[in-house]
């Protein structure tokens, strides 16, 4: 009743932004700048050659791309596409097309969306799944309210054939609705969302595959509150009622949660929960962030291609800049969990600790440092009859139950500009990169279970613009040690560049080498490549981008392989 009330009392009109806003159109319409077109579209042929038979990757792909943004006065029509022929030689089908066209009109507030399109709710509702219907996004101005809504088909049709690739699928409906009102020192919320396949839209039920029709009401609620300038509270909640198959009968007993007040419950439904809140605070320079996020086993919609489940959260954030903002300081920790219900055999649980640090130390020197520690802690479960009737298992096991997975990452990069200024540019860049995994049993990393990646590079780039001339070079080395063996890769490269006419045509060209070697053999490899780039007429471009790769190994089989791939596009833009 109180959000009624607000939306009545704010309906009042101002006749003099009204009066204001019909003279604008007025004025547009004698200047002649009613209407407005503009955008690009972009066409992209790649032909691939191999002389082996087994590349696996279509002779000719051509992908054309799009969009048009139409305007009169207060209206705007955004309009794009994509069409490509990649998929139409499977040989099997696919519950989803490569090809898409949208729709996104405008009036001011309001905003359209038409085809094929995809809308973000939240994680746990609507979550970027593409679906061919449409949607709309209302904000109105004097209004802290915005207002979302969708409907359309999210999976095709696709019977179950004898090719083992191809995905069955039922037709998939969904609609969803979110309100926020967003107010200064506060904003509520709350989504509703809803999926539904057809029953009868395919033959027969693909149960093989573990298909079945399935159905899903997702409901959510959400706040967040200003207590002062510097404290800031934030919570969600989201219950998912989901029925895993349409053709069980009906439940006796509702499961709890909220989404199974509202939906049809059946034998196969189940009904999850997820949560998540926290608390951010604010100082001068500093910034530190405090959530804790569940999210109960089984939890998934339909409204999500993939979803994390059964894991618990609590993670601090904290970010801090020094010496007038020329140093940033980022840290990133939190522990997680599993097996929150005790259904699983074994139970992990993680440490993440992560610091970033960007620093301009000179107006020349610039450097970057990353290190981050994951520790994963996995603890199996032995029942009392394994126990009680084998002592063996007692004897042997006892060291391996408690499992210790430690992968550390850290990266390393420095860039000096040797020279800047009318004549030419030069720049030179080294980095490092470590990642180290190790698997410790009983507290004791055997032989085989640690690995480590060490990759080095050293690059200069050198620009001369009087000639309109770059040079780039560099050289790296990469040294693993995974499990029992060793190996290592080195190599270079070499890339000229050069523009004319005033820079409308540029053509570069490169060669890259590198040589592998490992126990199992060695391999060299090398990469010629060419491109080139022509603006005419201001707004039109042609590019070309030709890869030759070359790779001979010590393995018989694949002794001199030849990949030769040519991508030839056009632009234009207005």
Known sequence: MFIFSQIAIAQSVDLESVDEDIKQQVEKIKSGE??????????????????????????????????LNFGFLSWSMPVSYSLTNQGKNLGYELPFKFNRLSLNPRYKWIQGHIGDVAMNFSPYTLNGHLFTGGGLDLAPPKLPLKVSVMGGRLLTAVNDDVNPNTLPAFRRMGYGTRLIWDADKFSIGAIGFYAKDDLH???????????????????????????????ELFAEYASSALTNDLRAGAASVNPDGLAAYFFNNRTSTQVNQAYKGGVNLFFNKMTVGLQYEWIDPEYRTLGAYYFNNDFENLTLNLTR??????????????????????????????????????????????????????????????????????ASTVDNTLDTLDFKQIVRTASFNLNYALRADKQQTQNLNFSYNLNDVANKQGDVVRTGDAS??????????????????????????????????????????????????????????????????SISGSSDIINLRLLGAYTFWKKHSLNINAVQMYRNTSNESLKDIQDLTVTFGYNYSF
């Open 201 to 231: 839209s395919l033959d027969s039920v693909p149960e093989s595959k573990q298909v079945l029709p399935q159905e899903n009401l997702v409901l959510s609620v959400m706040g967040k509150v200003k207590i002062s300038r510097q404290v």
């Open 452 to 517: 480590s990646v060490h990759n080095a590079a050293l690059a200069h780039a050198i620009f001369w613009l009087y000639r309109e001339v770059n040079l780039n070079t560099s050289v790296n080395y990469t040294y693993n040690t995974i499990g029992f063996e060793d190996a290592q890769m080195y190599g270079g490269s070499v890339n000229v560049g050069k523009q004319w006419l005033h820079g409308r045509l540029s053509v570069s060209g490169g060669v890259a080498y590198n040589h592998d070697q």
């Open 321 to 390: 800049q020094f010496f007038k903002g020329k140093v940033n300081v980022a840290f990133n920790g939190g522990y997680q969990r599993d097996n929150l219900k005790g259904q699983k055999g074994a139970e992990t649980g993680r440490w993440v600790a992560a610091l970033n640090v960007n620093a301009q130390c000179t107006d020349k020197l610039s450097l970057q440092v990353n290190v981050s520690d994951f520790t994963t802690y996995t603890n199996m479960k032995l029942n009392q009859f394994e126990l009680i009737n084998d």
């Open 34 to 67: 009613a209407f407005s077109l503009t955008g690009g579209l972009s066409a992209n042929n790649i032909f691939y050659h191999s002389n082996q038979p087994f590349a696996g990757r279509q002779a000719y792909t051509y992908y054309l791309q799009g969009r």
